[in-house]
Nanobody
Framework: QVQLVESGGGSVQAGGSLRLSCATF????????MGWFRQAPGKEREGVAV???????MYADSVKGRFTVSQDNARNTLYLQMNSLKPEDTAMYYC???????????????WGQGTQVTVSS
């Protein structure tokens, strides 16, 4: 079993930065991909950034050049550095883990509880 616990969310003004963390627990050895997803009120959950065990990354067009996904060497912690934040980045952010390299949320089996990010103008 795998458990994911996010932290680092909060409130920030537009143009500011936040760093999200996702601690992993359990049998993560076989997992190929880990990623960040977000869901704003009234909207569907969308993929933000994904990273694989061999370091490949993928980003949503809306965050390219502003967000960076990374992980520590032991894959115990996943990170999302968010810079130049915009009000439209406001959402609940979730980390997820699975076996496919995709931004499609339905392909991920394990999910955290989420951490709220609020960006004010």
């Amino acid at each position: 079993q795998v458990q994911l616990v996010e932290s680092g969310g909060g409130s920030v003004q537009a143009g500011g930065s936040l760093r999200l963390s996702c601690a992993t627990f359990g049998y993560t050895y076989s997992l190929y991909s880990m990623g960040w997803f977000r869901q704003a009120p009234g909207k569907e959950r969308e993929g933000v950034a994904v990273i694989t065990s061999d370091g490949r990354t993928m980003y949503a067009d809306s965050v390219k050049g502003r967000f960076t996904v990374s992980q520590d060497n032991a894959r115990n912690t996943l990170y999302l550095q968010m810079n130049s934040l915009k009000p439209e980045d406001t959402a609940m952010y979730y980390c997820a883990a699975g076996w496919t390299f995709t931004l499609q949320s339905g392909q991920y089996k394990y999910w955290g509880q989420g951490t709220q990010v609020t960006v004010s103008s």
